[in-house]
T-cell receptor, first 114, second 114 residues
Framework: AQSVTQLGSHVSVSEGALVLLRCNYSSSVPPYLFWYVQYPNQGLQLLLKYTSAATLVKGINDFEAEFKKSETSFHLTKPSAHMSDAAEYFCAVSDPNTGNQFYFGTGTSLTVIP | EPEVTQTPSHQVTQMGQEVILRCVPISNHLYFYWYRQILGQKVEFLVSFYNNEISEKSEIFDDQFSVERPDGSNFTLKIRSTKLEDSAMYFC????????????FGPGTRLTVL
């Protein structure tokens, strides 16, 4: 069965500091992995996705994530946090053997402190 | 930029009543989905829909739920005889293709069952 674990339901960083949001997955086959962001009163917006090409994936707004098979991880990072990065972040996994559905983590709320 | 829209943004209903949540997917997309998120819990897959029929559904999607694409633009989720535990945020999503394809999410409908 597929599942996603996001460690830390709330993360606070100072403006300009490194952002690290953790995501670990379990999957019986090489998965496809996604990070979505949700700003207040908006839908989930795709930040980036891993689809078995390069293991280091770059997304929008200077976010990137690295797929590490040995650690079953897909952590999201950004070198320098902006106030506008404050939002809820969701990691999701898609397993080709089980169809189109996404399996989501519980989300991490990012607060950026000025 | 095309986006998925959902109405209403917030729906309050009495236990036992029927509700219909509405979604307008992106116009050229072929796959449609409903997810829900109970407060403080994971975003959970409910159902996917393709070619005018359900392609996958989770164990949550029991006989109480139904989906319909009544015309060329709307995609609806009906909950018959709502229960207190149906209170959640319901997200609609659509994708151009199936497996591995980015799913575009709407802003959600918050359903409160009293």
């Amino acid at each position: 069965a597929q599942s996603v674990t996001q460690l830390g339901s709330h993360v606070s960083v100072s403006e300009g500091a490194l952002v690290l949001l953790r995501c670990n997955y379990s999957s019986s086959v090489p998965p496809y992995l996604f990070w979505y962001v949700q700003y207040p009163n908006q839908g989930l917006q795709l930040l980036l996705k891993y689809t078995s090409a390069a293991t280091l994936v770059k997304g929008i707004n200077d976010f990137e994530a690295e797929f590490k098979k040995s650690e079953t991880s897909f952590h999201l990072t950004k070198p320098s946090a902006h106030m506008s990065d404050a939002a809820e972040y969701f990691c999701a996994v898609s397993d080709p053997n089980t169809g189109n559905q996404f399996y989501f983590g519980t989300g991490t709320s990012l607060t950026v402190i000025p | 930029e095309p986006e998925v829209t959902q109405t209403p943004s917030h729906q309050v209903t009495q236990m036992g009543q029927e509700v219909i949540l509405r979604c307008v997917p992106i116009s050229n997309h072929l796959y449609f989905y409903w997810y829900r998120q109970i407060l403080g819990q994971k975003v959970e897959f409910l159902v996917s829909f393709y070619n005018n029929e359900i392609s996958e559904k989770s164990e949550i999607f029991d006989d109480q739920f139904s989906v319909e694409r009544p015309d060329g633009s709307n995609f609806t989720l009906k909950i018959r005889s709502t229960k207190l535990e149906d209170s959640a945020m319901y997200f609609c999503a659509s994708s151009l293709a199936g497996i591995y394809n980015e799913q575009f999410f709407g802003p959600g409908t918050r359903l409160t069952v009293l």
